[in-house]
């Protein structure tokens, strides 16, 4: 962290007689200073929600708004509303730099009030929060672009041009250890703050095509990483080619992430975690495996865009999904786009045998057990047997032999991205 938020907040906290929390100006927050009181009132829904999921509900935010605290340059005083969760009055510092507003700092409204002088004091502290939220800002803007530059760069000599831009905007963290993670589809265009993903050294966004492959780096094969990934099941609803609803288009958002060891992910789970939340509904993250330096940031990237398609392909892997467990994805992503379109499997594909494609797809899922296949299913052996019969029909496999299983399987599985 370039700035030591905690320190400021307790300072905050010294002044005014009473513990205070930092957020952005998102309502994301940043700091929070310890409550050692024994008033249950203390810690009102709104306050543990803040300080447990890191973040405010678009209806609290609302409703704090509401009090023109974003247009406010001195404190502001909101009362107390039981009905919204706020069980005592708050008083509400605005962090502003250059006459923008960043942050908020939120104490509760104690009596006696404090002083105008420790208020002023108080305003001060929040003054120089905002000057390094800025240069945060600034400097996050700046990594953007490099870090955009390094993804998007075929290999080659551009690519390491890139490289040296990145390994010298991130100064001597260049050489830390970091997992890179690839968020989509991300809602726009626009880069976020580095607040809004704690340990994020740099954010970016770059194009994520519903047909297409994410830019970047070459995945395992030479194939570049990226996709089309559905949460649609491989049954033909959409075997005409045409993106099914809710596919991925427009932009991805990759970010670079410090880990402090290789064996804890910790702080990537909980960056792809919030990216998602900002995100919004249908969104998934992919994490690369962790890396040291910035040598294998392409590798690290395909690994990235991999995981996040089968995600979005599979949705029992996500929606924060690690490389190292989406199994099989691994090899399938690393696959040409053709692979789904194999010539055999082809005729399964169509919209009329949705119902066949799932029902053969689930067959392999449990290792061609009937039993459990049927009961998964909800249908009688009989119907099941049925049901393999015409996939044999229509592919001309064998499902007997492992070869053909093994091929209907991997275009099942591809056909999802």
């Known amino acids: ?3 030591d938020y905690q320190e400021l907040v307790d300072e905050i906290s010294a002044l005014l007689g009473a513990p205070a929390t930092l957020e952005n100006r998102d309502f994301g927050l940043i700091a929070f200073g310890a409550h050692d009181s024994d008033d249950t009132t203390a810690m009102d829904p709104v306050r543990t ?7 405010s509900t678009p209806a609290v935010r609302a409703w704090f708004e509401g009090f023109g605290i974003a247009r406010a340059t001195g404190p502001v005083r909101i009362p107390a509303a039981p009905e919204a969760g706020v069980y005592r009055d708050r008083l509400c510092l605005p962090v502003r730099h250059r006459g923008v507003a960043l942050g908020y700092v939120w104490l509760l409204d104690a009596s006696p009030r404090p002083s105008p002088e420790r208020l002023a004091a108080a305003m001060e502290v929040a003054s120089r929060i905002g000057a390094q939220l ?25 690519y390491d041009l890139a490289l040296a ?28 703050s580095v607040r809004t993903a704690p340990g994020a050294a740099a954010l970016c966004t770059l194009p994520w095509a519903p047909g297409g492959h994410a830019p970047g780096g070459h995945a395992p094969g030479g194939h570049a990483p990226g996709g089309r990934p559905s949460g649609k099941h491989p049954s033909g609803e959409h075997g005409s080619g045409e993106p099914a609803p809710g596919r991925p288009g427009g932009h991805a958002l ?8 290789a064996d804890a992910l910790s702080p990537a789970l909980t960056a792809g975690t919030r990216l998602c939340d900002t995100a919004g509904p249908g969104a998934v993250a992919g994490i690369a495996a962790p890396r040291r330096g910035l040598p294998e940031l392409a590798a690290a990237w395909a690994e990235a865009t991999s995981a996040a398609r089968a995600a979005l392909a599979q949705p029992l892997l996500g929606p924060v999904a690690p490389w ?9 992503t690393a696959l040409p786009t053709a692979t789904a379109d194999d010539p055999a499997v082809r005729p399964l594909l169509s919209p009329a045998h949705a119902e066949l494609a799932r029902t053969a797809e689930v067959f392999l899922d449990h290792a061609g057990q009937a039993g459990r296949t049927a009961a998964a299913l909800g249908i ?12 044999e029909q229509l592919t001309g496999l ?20």
Do not use: F, N
């Open 165 to 192: 831009a990145l390994r010298t905007a991130l100064g001597p963290g260049a050489d830390g250890l970091h997992a890179l993670v690839c968020v989509a589809p991300w809602p726009g265009g626009d880069s976020p």
């Open 380 to 391: 009688h052996r009989q119907t099941l047997y049925y049901r393999l019969s015409r996939v």
């Open 134 to 158: 800025a240069d945060e800002e600034r400097a996050g803007a700046d990594l953007s672009r490099e870090l955009r530059a390094a993804l998007t760069a075929e290999r080659g000599s551009q």
């Open 398 to 417: 064998d499902l007997d032999r492992g070869e053909d299983r093994l091929l209907l399987h991997m275009a099942l599985k591809a056909h999802r991205l």
């Open 49 to 55: 929600r803040s300080i447990l999921t890191r973040k």
């Open 1 to 3: 962290m370039k700035g």
């Open 324 to 332: 190292a467990s989406i199994g099989p994805y691994r090899l399938l």
């Open 254 to 261: 990759g970010a670079l992430v410090r880990l402090r060891s």
